[in-house]
């Protein structure tokens, strides 16, 4: 334990995710060993993010202004919605430039002992993007653990009885992967997504 305003920063920097006890120690330390200008120019950016972004009121994405970069482009489609957890993952997609459709950010998953439900999640807002008729595909790429296959099959029975291609990312073997290594879930998914050469 530290003393005083030490200590606070500590504990602070510790709540963080994927910050644990040692590495909330380091960047205390490292930032009382930074000049005042460095340390400065961080609490003003932090602030001014805080003040500042937003999001997006379409898909839900962080945005500098009202609606973001990626819906008012012109040359994506709506005919094609891609659900994500968090806005994370649309840069994730995005690097890959395949993808020329619209996002939806949900916000989270599903997740009971987290206390999370569908009503904690962008899911009206899903379903009122999807009224204007324009969408014929969703696109379901959530995380592969169980609070994302949870949050897939609710809304996989949600989007049902709309007249649409509901679709998941598929899944299964890294490429450069060993079979040996590969747990269950991993492996029968490759087998379930297997496709003609």
Known sequence: MYEGIVQDLIDELGKLPGIGPKSAQRIAFHL?????????????VLVTVKDTVRFCEICGNVSAE????????????DEVICVV???????????IREF???????????????????????ITQLMSRLGSGETTEVILALDPNIEGEATSAYLSRLLGPLELSVTRLASGLPVGGDLDYADEMTLGRAFLGRRTV
């Open 100 to 122: 020329k459709g619209r996002y939806h950010v949900l916000g989270g998953a599903i997740d009971p002992i987290g206390g999370v439900g569908p009503n904690d999640l962008r």
């Open 66 to 77: 009202e609606t973001c970069r990626i819906c008012t482009d012109p040359r994506r489609t």
């Open 85 to 95: 957890e968090e806005s994370k993952d649309i840069v994730a997609i995005e690097k």
């Open 32 to 44: 009382l060993d930074a000049d005042d200008a460095a340390v400065r120019r961080l609490a003003e």
